[in-house]
């Protein structure tokens, strides 16, 4: 809360200052004022703030001269001074050269100001050099440190701006100094000041000195004035010179030459100057030495002893590659192809030599201007990518980034596009993950779908560097399946191969599933006739198995991926190493397999014994049940043989049954008695605990068979009657008549032996004078045991009784 406060009371204290300093300005109807960065001008009389045009955005630069200042001087002066302001800034509005401060918008003067606008600039170069006079912000100015090469191009820059004042606007400044050079964004060198320069064009104009003579504010000071213009008050262009000697030791020795003020000293004045003049300034070994003996000359009391601005330029200081560089950037726009294009090619060997503010703010504007000229792009690229790599982010976002975007939509010239591939590296430094998914990566597209072998593979080549900025869901979508109709349209090998290890290196940086789904799954549709193709989708086989994370499963290693290595092995034109590398990678497969499903097994049998042994515990707890439940119907004279019989038994278990010895079977049917009726001894049914209701079928309703029944056993009462008087009665057995489960012990005394007797062991057969079968017409749903196969016969074709007849009968 306390930063926020502070904060607050920053700006608020910023924005009442400014409303104090621009109060009723007309320039602030057109410009937004920002912050105060420097001060201009003799005895640094204009304060220097940020400013920003209103209706364009453009940035600008506001000079503002505070009338407040002049409350100490009389009505006069202070009008004499505003004067020398206003006709220096008009004058400074007509003069248009590139060392010269360029006007944005005209002066506008209010009751407490004088305003205009500018092109940016950082600073007064007397600030870059210490002199902090009328600044209040000191932050921007701490940073900006001036090089070696700024200095040497700057004065270089500054002869130029003199010689054209002299030459072409016959101009002659009169008070060149630290305070009226300007250095704006770009780093340029530019004058100002223009207020008491005198015009060679209109003879006889008198040269007015008293300016130097009198200490008004914005007055010249004598210090930087040539003597003869304050001493025999005459004036030509090496007045200029003696001014720019003083300039230029003021810079190497960042002192002012000891010198006493004319207006107070006069005499003391002459003396210095005269003394200056023949043993030179007392720092003089700070320059440099091939300037030091040009600039003892600039500082001669004789105007005739002072070299020419021409001869200037052409010194061995000046003659240095770096400056004739940059001197003639500046002057090759207009030249023809062919000599731009050997300039360029120059430039590419020492551009990473110059400082990086000079390329970023001089150099750089200078090379985007060739973009117009498509035929020039490719050369200057090359330069404009090594100014790239040595940008910040925020600066490539700032100053390149809105120049290159248009320059990677072209598709001619095709060497464009390679030399963006040859230093992507670069812009992956430079750019954010947006700027990349929105002008690298249509890039890579492009070239993906260009006809160039050379650009295809090196665009393959730098994808995986590319798909850590991107998000899985576009390397899913847009470039895997760009990668993949590559490698299947194109018909060179080598493209073929890097498609192939590109996506093997992506393997890192996506999904499992996109991995086996996208990838692992499109290998066994890639022509593989050439080795260098096999042993790349064996690499990509591998990769995807071991790599951490990802693996592959053992479906798809069984289904898929076996079944397309197995024939590569056996592909004319492999050799030893080859063969045996895919050998043993198939053998990691199948135990990796083998491994898997043996466990996966392995638990299925645990499992199905664990179950086993329950079943068994179940099965001997459902037997002791059945033991108990025929206990309970022994003691009711039941027996201990099954009740059920054949009835409850399913077909599988009645086929599956052992069967009984001849023997016994043969005793079964000898008959005891020739005269006696012998009855059936039915063979003991087995215990089933399910209900199976495929009974053998009936012509018979359940209605007929009640008939049938009534009327045998009226006949075996009969039969019983006449035999009751010699031997004793045998327990006759029902016939077996189709009834549930729960029916069944009503009868089963019946049909089971008696416990005791005598008879226990004799057999009747049952006799009917008209059918060998004792029940007469009645068919057994039941069958006995000499009528198992008969019944078995006709069971297939004999109708089901149906559960509606056994409901019917139980009822009766």
Same mark, same amino acid.
């Given at each position: 809360?306390?930063?926020?406060?502070?904060? $607050?009371?920053?700006?608020?204290?910023?924005?009442?200052?400014?409303?104090?300093?621009? &109060?009723?300005?007309?320039?602030?109807?057109?410009?937004?004022?920002?912050?105060?960065?420097?001060?201009?001008?003799?005895?640094?009389?204009?304060?220097?703030?940020?400013?920003?045009?209103?209706?364009?955005?453009?940035?600008?630069?506001?000079?503002?001269?505070?009338?407040?200042?002049?409350?100490?001087?009389?009505?006069?002066?202070?009008?004499?001074?505003?004067?020398?302001?206003?006709?220096?800034?008009?004058?400074?509005?007509?003069?248009?050269?590139?060392?010269?401060?360029?006007?944005?918008?005209?002066?506008?003067?209010?009751?407490?100001?004088?305003?205009?606008?500018?092109?940016?600039?950082?600073?007064?170069?007397?600030?870059?050099?210490?002199?902090?006079?009328?600044?209040?912000?000191?932050?921007?100015?701490?940073?900006?440190?001036?090089?070696?090469?700024?200095?040497?191009?700057?004065?270089?820059?500054?002869?130029?701006?003199?010689?054209?004042?002299?030459?072409?606007?016959?101009?002659?400044?009169?008070?060149?100094?630290?305070?009226?050079?300007?250095?704006?964004?770009?780093?340029?060198?530019?004058?100002?000041?223009?207020?008491?320069?005198?015009?060679?064009?209109?003879?006889?104009?008198?040269?007015?000195?008293?300016?130097?003579?009198?200490?008004?504010?914005?007055?010249?000071?004598?210090?930087?004035?040539?003597?003869?213009?304050?001493?025999?008050?005459?004036?030509?262009?090496?007045?200029?010179?003696?001014?720019?000697?003083?300039?230029?030791?003021?810079?190497?020795?960042?002192?002012?030459?000891?010198?006493?003020?004319?207006?107070?000293?006069?005499?003391?004045?002459?003396?210095?100057?005269?003394?200056?003049?023949?043993?030179?300034?007392?720092?003089?070994?700070?320059?440099?030495?091939?300037?030091?003996?040009?600039?003892?000359?600039?500082?001669?009391?004789?105007?005739?002893?002072?070299?020419?601005? *021409?001869?200037?330029?052409?010194?061995?200081?000046?003659?240095?590659?770096?400056?004739?560089?940059?001197?003639?950037?500046?002057?090759?726009?207009?030249?023809?192809?062919?000599?731009?294009?050997?300039?360029?090619?120059?430039?590419?060997?020492?551009?990473?030599?110059? #400082?990086? %503010?000079?390329?970023?703010?001089?150099?750089?504007?200078?090379?985007?201007?060739?973009?117009?000229?498509? !035929?020039?792009?490719?050369?200057?690229?090359?330069?404009?990518?090594?100014?790239?790599? =040595?940008?910040?982010?925020?600066?490539?976002?700032?100053?390149?980034?809105?120049?290159?975007?248009?320059?990677?939509?072209?598709?001619?010239?095709?060497?464009?596009?390679?030399?963006?591939?040859?230093?992507?590296?670069?812009?992956?430094?430079?750019?954010?993950?947006?700027?990349? %998914?929105?002008?690298?990566?249509?890039?890579? $597209?492009?070239?993906?779908?260009?006809?160039? *072998?050379?650009?295809?593979? &090196?665009?393959?080549?730098?994808?995986?560097?590319?798909?850590?900025?991107?998000?899985?869901?576009?390397?899913?979508?847009?470039?895997?399946?760009?990668?993949?109709?590559?490698?299947?349209?194109?018909?060179?090998?080598?493209? %073929?191969?890097?498609?192939?290890?590109?996506?093997?290196?992506?393997?890192?940086?996506?999904?499992?599933?996109?991995?086996?789904?996208?990838?692992?799954?499109?290998?066994?549709?890639?022509?593989?006739?050439?080795?260098?193709?096999?042993?790349?989708?064996?690499?990509?086989?591998?990769?995807?198995?071991?790599?951490?994370?990802?693996?592959?499963?053992?479906?798809?290693?069984?289904?898929?991926?076996?079944?397309?290595?197995?024939?590569?092995?056996?592909?004319?034109?492999?050799?030893?190493?080859?063969?045996?590398?895919?050998?043993?990678?198939?053998?990691?497969?199948?135990?990796?397999?083998?491994?898997?499903?043996?466990?996966?097994?392995?638990?299925?049998?645990?499992?199905?014994?664990?179950?086993?042994?329950?079943?068994?515990?179940?099965?001997?707890? !459902?037997?002791?049940?059945?033991?108990?439940?025929?206990?309970?119907?022994?003691?009711?004279?039941?027996?201990?043989?099954?009740?059920?019989?054949?009835?409850?038994?399913?077909? =599988?278990?009645?086929?599956?049954?052992? #069967?009984?010895?001849?023997?016994?079977?043969?005793?079964?049917?000898?008959?005891?008695?020739?005269?006696?009726?012998?009855?059936?001894?039915?063979?003991?049914?087995?215990?089933?605990?399910?209900?199976?209701?495929?009974? #053998?079928?009936? @012509?018979?309703? @359940?209605?007929?068979?009640?008939?049938?029944?009534?009327?045998?056993?009226?006949?075996?009462?009969?039969? @019983?009657?006449?035999?009751?008087?010699?031997?004793?009665?045998?327990?006759?057995?029902?016939?077996?008549?189709?009834?549930?489960?729960?029916?069944?012990?009503?009868?089963?005394?019946?049909?089971?032996?008696?416990?005791?007797?005598?008879?226990?062991?004799?057999?009747?057969? &049952?006799?009917?004078?008209?059918?060998?079968?004792?029940?007469?017409?009645?068919? #057994?749903?039941?069958?006995?045991?000499?009528?198992?196969?008969?019944?078995?016969?006709?069971?297939?074709?004999?109708?089901?009784?149906?559960?509606?007849?056994?409901?019917?009968?139980?009822?009766?």
């Amino acid at each position: 809360m306390d930063a926020i406060n502070k904060i $607050y009371s920053s700006v608020s204290q910023t924005v009442s200052t400014l409303s104090a300093v621009f &109060l009723g300005n007309p320039l602030t109807k057109d410009y937004d004022i920002a912050e105060h960065i420097g001060s201009a001008g003799t005895e640094l009389v204009w304060k220097i703030y940020t400013g920003c045009k209103r209706s364009t955005k453009e940035t600008a630069s506001i000079f503002v001269f505070d009338k407040k200042q002049l409350e100490m001087f009389t009505k006069d002066e202070r009008e004499e001074i505003c004067e020398n302001i206003r006709r220096g800034v008009v004058q400074l509005t007509k003069i248009r050269h590139p060392q010269v401060l360029t006007v944005q918008h005209a002066m506008e003067e209010s009751r407490d100001t004088i305003a205009f606008a500018t092109e940016p600039v950082v600073a007064s170069l007397a600030n870059l050099l210490g002199n902090t006079t009328n600044v209040s912000n000191m932050g921007l100015l701490a940073e900006y440190k001036l090089s070696e090469f700024d200095t040497k191009f700057g004065i270089y820059e500054l002869i130029k701006g003199i010689q054209f004042l002299h030459d072409e606007a016959q101009l002659v400044h009169r008070h060149i100094c630290t305070e009226n050079i300007i250095v704006n964004k770009q780093g340029i060198w530019k004058l100002f000041g223009f207020g008491f320069c005198w015009n060679k064009r209109v003879p006889g104009t008198p040269v007015a000195n008293h300016y130097f003579k009198s200490r008004l504010l914005g007055n010249p000071g004598s210090k930087w004035t040539a003597p003869e213009l304050i001493l025999e008050n005459s004036c030509n262009d090496s007045t200029d010179i003696y001014s720019l000697g003083i300039l230029i030791y003021t810079i190497y020795s960042r002192e002012n030459i000891p010198s006493p003020d004319a207006s107070s000293d006069l005499y003391g004045y002459k003396q210095s100057v005269t003394k200056l003049s023949n043993q030179g300034p007392p720092k003089l070994t700070a320059i440099p030495e091939s300037l030091r003996s040009e600039v003892k000359k600039m500082l001669s009391v004789n105007p005739q002893a002072r070299p020419t601005l *021409q001869s200037l330029i052409q010194i061995s200081y000046f003659c240095d590659n770096y400056v004739q560089c940059l001197d003639n950037l500046e002057t090759l726009f207009p030249k023809d192809n062919l000599e731009k294009s050997e300039f360029y090619k120059r430039l590419a060997h020492i551009i990473g030599d110059f #400082p990086h %503010r000079v390329r970023l703010y001089r150099i750089l504007p200078l090379l985007v201007k060739e973009f117009v000229n498509c !035929s020039m792009i490719p050369f200057v690229l090359t330069n404009i990518l090594t100014i790239t790599a =040595s940008c910040t982010r925020a600066e490539y976002m700032q100053h390149v980034s809105s120049h290159l975007r248009p320059v990677m939509l072209l598709d001619e010239p095709v060497q464009i596009m390679l030399i963006f591939f040859q230093n992507l590296d670069v812009l992956l430094k430079v750019c954010p993950s947006e700027e990349i %998914r929105a002008s690298v990566l249509p890039l890579v $597209y492009k070239a993906l779908e260009s006809k160039s *072998q050379q650009i295809q593979e &090196l665009c393959l080549s730098i994808i995986p560097a590319v798909v850590v900025h991107l998000d899985k869901s576009t390397v899913k979508s847009g470039l895997v399946p760009r990668i993949k109709t590559l490698c299947s349209g194109t018909n060179l090998v080598s493209v %073929r191969v890097k498609c192939l290890l590109c996506l093997g290196q992506l393997a890192a940086k996506i999904d499992k599933w996109v991995m086996i789904d996208d990838i692992v799954s499109y290998l066994p549709s890639v022509n593989c006739r050439e080795p260098a193709v096999i042993m790349a989708i064996v690499g990509v086989y591998k990769i995807s198995f071991t790599t951490d994370g990802l693996g592959i499963p053992k479906d798809v290693l069984a289904c898929k991926v076996l079944p397309h290595l197995f024939p590569m092995t056996i592909v004319n034109g492999l050799s030893l190493q080859q063969f045996n590398a895919i050998i043993a990678l198939i053998k990691e497969f199948t135990r990796k397999i083998e491994e898997e499903q043996g466990d996966k097994l392995g638990s299925s049998k645990a499992s199905i014994s664990s179950s086993a042994s329950s079943s068994s515990l179940q099965e001997k707890q !459902s037997t002791s049940q059945q033991s108990d439940l025929q206990q309970s119907f022994g003691s009711l004279g039941f027996g201990g043989s099954d009740m059920y019989g054949d009835f409850m038994q399913s077909p =599988s278990s009645t086929t599956n049954k052992a #069967p009984q010895p001849v023997q016994q079977q043969t005793q079964q049917r000898t008959l005891t008695s020739p005269t006696q009726p012998q009855i059936p001894q039915l063979k003991p049914l087995q215990p089933q605990t399910t209900l199976n209701w495929n009974v #053998p079928p009936v @012509a018979t309703t @359940a209605k007929e068979n009640s008939i049938k029944y009534n009327l045998f056993t009226q006949q075996q009462n009969t039969s @019983a009657m006449q035999l009751r008087n010699k031997d004793p009665p045998l327990a006759l057995p029902p016939p077996a008549i189709a009834m549930p489960m729960p029916v069944a012990p009503m009868a089963s005394n019946m049909w089971m032996n008696s416990n005791g007797g005598s008879l226990a062991t004799k057999k009747l057969e &049952l006799t009917s004078p008209t059918n060998s079968n004792p029940y007469g017409q009645l068919q #057994p749903l039941i069958p006995t045991p000499s009528q198992k196969g008969q019944s078995s016969s006709k069971s297939s074709s004999s109708p089901m009784l149906s559960k509606e007849d056994i409901m019917e009968f139980l009822q009766k």
